[in-house]
């Protein structure tokens, strides 16, 4: 059997969850945005935070650890966001 997105099981009923692209133009600090990246040493994958600035090629980003209660600043490139509120 072949997936052609193995990031989310499709379960019956329940589709995948879809995040428009961010970027400099269509978010504003506060907004909350989810990690839709897989990199090593990052934030887990749909984690959740909130912009702090807005950058040219980066947003930083404070997303609070799943294990703890620290939140931590991140840089991350916007094609590695999605936006919450237009998810489906």
Do not use: F, H
Request: hydrophobic residues 35%; charged residues 20%; contains cysteine.
């Amino acid at each position: 059997m072949y997936y052609s997105n193995t990031s989310q099981i499709e379960l019956p009923g329940i589709g995948n969850v879809k995040y428009d692209g961010v970027s400099p133009r269509t978010v504003l600090p506060g907004e909350k945005v989810v990690y839709v990246g897989r990199i090593d040493g990052g934030p887990g994958y749909g984690a959740v935070g909130n912009i702090i600035e807005i950058r040219n090629r980066k947003a930083v980003v404070e997303i609070k650890s799943s294990k703890g209660y620290e939140s931590k600043i991140w840089y991350i490139p916007y094609c590695l966001l999605g936006s919450i509120k237009n998810a489906a």
